[in-house]
């Protein structure tokens, strides 16, 4: 059996590749993860609000890139920020919400969770959001390369 094109096909995947690096790669994770982060901002419980205004994406800083991620990759994110503990989306505390806690008199909290229930819910629907961004992006970065060998 021999396939003809193949070679061809291969390289116009590894130009593809280089291109949907960056922008479509972020802009994809953010429209999959947009559902999900939703979701938790309707789930979560307001006192202030400073919860569920922490709640957001944002892409991975350069130096905080783990290894298996690359750089600019889009994360659900919960804001917490030392240096500035009163931000008005500064939510430190979130983990306490979400997981059962006790306080220093050894008093149990009860969890109220927000984080997982809202993965659970979306995650189809965040698939599906970030496949349908990919499509586009792919056939807008194929559409450009075309027209510029032209």
Do not use: C
Not at 33 to 50: F, H, M, S
Not at 67 to 74: A, H, L, R, V
Not at 76 to 98: C, G, I, M, Q, T
């Amino acid at each position: 059996m021999k396939v003809e094109g193949l070679q061809e096909i291969l390289n116009a995947m590894e130009q593809i590749k280089d291109e949907l690096k960056g922008d479509p790669l972020r802009a994809s994770l953010r429209k999959g993860l947009t559902p999900i982060v939703d979701q938790a901002k309707a789930n979560a419980p307001v006192d202030e609000g400073r919860l569920r205004d922490a709640i957001k994406t944002r892409p991975l800083p350069a130096d905080d890139i783990p290894s298996g991620f690359s750089d600019g990759q889009e994360l659900f994110v919960l804001s917490s920020r030392k240096k500035d503990p009163d931000a008005p989306d500064n939510a430190w505390y979130w983990h306490f919400v979400e997981f059962d806690s006790k306080t220093k008199s050894g008093r149990v909290v009860p969890a109220k969770p927000f984080l997982a229930p809202a993965f659970d819910s979306k995650r189809r629907e965040a698939v599906q959001a970030f496949i349908t961004e990919m499509r586009a992006q792919l056939e807008k970065n194929v559409k450009r390369i075309n027209k510029a060998k032209k």
